[in-house]
């Protein structure tokens, strides 16, 4: 490799560190405001945020799911289809609402391995079950 193919490829290495630390910088302890969902018993619950893996963060519940009127589905991860390095994708959580009432789900977006620190982003979801 050349001398001017290796610093090209040695500056878009520092650009990407510098992108990624500016990302985490910049969302440090932001808590995101609540939102509100009414669903009818029997119905899916579907929440999408927005999610950057190649930064190491994501979206875990922030406590057990320890409640009786929903169940979780599945979740998945959707890779942006851009080609643009570090382009966010977005996680797909499913939950089936199962018996009238109300709860809230807490998402924390964090890195597994950092469990000493607080989450960079907050998202609280207040669910409301109605029967049919």
Known sequence: MGKRNLF????TCAVF????????QSVKDQVVSESVINV????????ILESNRTTGYLWRLGSDLNDDKIEFVKSNYFAS?????GAPGKETWIFKALKPGRLTLVF??????????????????TIIIKEK
Request: charged content about 30%; glycine content about 2%; hydrophobic content about 45%.
């Open 17 to 24: 560190l510098l992108t990624v630390t500016s990302f985490a």
């Open 8 to 11: 090209v490829v040695l500056l």
């Open 108 to 125: 924390e977006y964090r890195r597994p391995w950092e469990k000493k620190l607080k989450p960079i982003k907050i998202e609280n979801f």
């Open 40 to 47: 009818t018993v029997g119905e899916n619950i579907v929440i």
């Open 81 to 85: 289809k851009t080609k643009l390095l």
